[in-house]
């Protein structure tokens, strides 16, 4: 057994092997990047209108000319004749000011008779003319390294043209239920059947830090269908996760399995409650992690294990620093093993909330929090200062 401060150092070491990968654009929301960007382009590309109405040389308005519409230019298309003294253009938001035009007059402002332009209020020089290069110069640095990437970044990176990112990679991750007991949603129970939470929970908790499962399947309780599920699609993940079987009962038959495909062990069994059975270890190339079947361990083994050690393979810091809030309730449990409960926080102080057993999940429609409680203290008392793991605001 290992304590769950060495089991986050085994995860913490492991997730510092990050690999990147060059994704397109559209795929890199909630990723990080793993390289620089430099802008390909000056954006605006072109010096263009900012107004429906009408472009024109400057000088023209000082020397107070009536102007001749010469063209019209509409967003899309090349501006062609250059101006003269004298000549106006009409033109649109987002089309090219023509060459020797600097400024553009808004169309409420002129009157136009016959063909002719005249200026019905003041204009200052390069009104309404958005210039080439203004937001950003071509070469100009738009991306550093180790950026999240939010849908506003990729919007912003998007008006450059730009196609494609190196980010790190989001590590492929696979799920294998056991349990001869589960029953996905939608059929009917027999009274001795539960349904399955635990696949459902994982496939929402991962879709929440930004990524999609390889896979989510059951395996029935017996050796050699979990051996050939392990074999058959262990290479197709870099993570495969379990839940069920990891216990000690005679139908958990998961240890044994991963012993005899010699899956390398870094831990078994955490001295914690819930997630005592917590395994982690490695097959080749893909990381295994073992949790238990109890739906509030997997929770927890998610939130305390499993999300931070992803979300570092994907360049986010998230093994973070400890935090600490003040207990509002009393609570006894028995010495030897560290206890995460659920925990509501707020403004550093925790309320630890009814239900704590590993089967019952009615607490995480409240709880934001794990308060944890050290192995060795029985009596947890009102002032108390504990860690707590916020996993919500
Ligand atoms: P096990 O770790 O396989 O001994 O399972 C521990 C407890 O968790 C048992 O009461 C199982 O019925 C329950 N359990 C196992 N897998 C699931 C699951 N996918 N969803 C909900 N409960 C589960
Ligand atoms: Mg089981």
């Given at each position: 057994m290992?304590t769950?401060?060495?089991?986050i ?9 990050r690999k990147?990968e060059?994704l397109?654009?559209a ?10 960007v430099?802008a ?8 263009n209108a ?12 000082l ?6 519409i010469i063209?019209e230019?509409q ?7 250059p101006l ?8 649109f938001t987002?089309a090219?000011i023509p ?5 553009v ?5 002129v ?12 204009v200052?020089k390069n ?5 080439k290069?203004t ?5 100009t ?5 180790n ?9 912003f ?6 196609a494609e990112?190196?980010v790190?990679?989001p590590p492929?991750?696979g799920i294998?239920t056991?349990g ?5 949603a939608?059929n009917?129970?027999e009274?001795?059947q539960?349904?399955d939470?635990n696949?459902?929970f994982?496939?929402a ?10 896979f989510?399947?059951w395996v029935?309780d ?5 051996k050939n599920?392990?074999q058959?699609?262990v290479e197709?993940?870099d993570v ?7 216990s000690v009962?005679d139908?958990?038959f ?7 495909l010699d899956?390398q062990e870094?831990?078994?069994?955490v001295?914690?409650k ?18 238990p079947?109890?739906?509030?361990a997997?929770?927890?083994c998610f939130?305390v ?6 979300k570092?393979?994907m360049?986010?810091?998230s ?7 003040i ?12 206890h995460f409960v659920?925990a509501f926080?707020e403004?550093?102080?925790v ?5 704590q057993l ?6 995480y429609?409240k ?5 944890i409680?050290?192995?060795?203290q029985e009596h947890?008392?009102i ?5 707590v793991?916020?996993f919500r605001?």
């Amino acid at each position: 057994m290992t304590t769950h401060q060495s089991a986050i150092e085994v995860l913490k070491n492991k997730s510092k092997h990050r690999k990147t990968e060059i994704l397109p654009l559209a795929k890199c929301l909630h990723l990080v990047s793993a390289d620089e960007v430099f802008a390909p382009i000056n954006v605006p590309s072109f010096d263009n209108a900012a107004m429906d109405g009408y472009a024109f040389r400057f000088e023209d308005f000082l020397n107070e000319l009536n102007l001749q519409i010469i063209n019209e230019i509409q967003a899309g298309t090349d501006a062609l004749l250059p101006l003269k003294k004298g000549e106006a253009a009409r033109i649109f938001t987002g089309a090219p000011i023509p060459e020797n035009g600097d400024t553009v007059i808004p169309q409420e402002d002129v009157l136009v008779e016959n063909g002719m332009l005249k200026f019905q209020k003041k204009v200052n020089k390069n009104a309404n003319v958005r210039q080439k290069g203004t937001q950003t110069q071509k070469g100009t640095l738009i991306l550093k390294k180790n950026t999240k990437i939010t849908a506003e970044y990729i919007g912003f990176l998007a008006t450059f043209g730009i196609a494609e990112l190196e980010v790190f990679a989001p590590p492929k991750i696979g799920i294998i239920t056991t349990g001869k007991e589960l029953v996905k949603a939608g059929n009917s129970l027999e009274n001795y059947q539960i349904y399955d939470s635990n696949s459902v929970f994982l496939t929402a908790a991962f879709e929440e830090i930004g990524l999609k499962l390889s896979f989510s399947i059951w395996v029935d309780d017996n050796k050699n269908e979990l051996k050939n599920a392990i074999q058959e699609n262990v290479e197709k993940v870099d993570v495969l996760i379990f839940t069920g079987g990891i216990s000690v009962g005679d139908y958990d038959f998961l240890k044994p399995v991963l012993d005899d495909l010699d899956v390398q062990e870094s831990f078994y069994r955490v001295k914690q409650k819930p997630g005592k059975p917590l395994f982690f270890g490695t097959l080749n190339n893909t990381e295994i992690f073992a949790l238990p079947g109890n739906p509030s361990a997997v929770v927890m083994c998610f939130h305390v294990y499993l999300k931070p050690f992803i979300k570092e393979k994907m360049g986010i810091e998230s093994f973070t620093k400890k935090e600490f809030g003040i207990l509002m309730n009393e609570y006894i449990k028995k010495s030897g093993l560290t206890h995460f409960v659920k925990a509501f926080v707020e403004n550093n102080k925790v309320e630890i909330l009814n239900n704590q057993l590993s089967y019952q999940m009615d607490a995480y429609t409240k709880a934001n929090a794990f308060a944890i409680l050290t192995e060795n203290q029985e009596h947890f008392q009102i002032g108390d200062k504990v860690e707590v793991i916020k996993f919500r605001n």
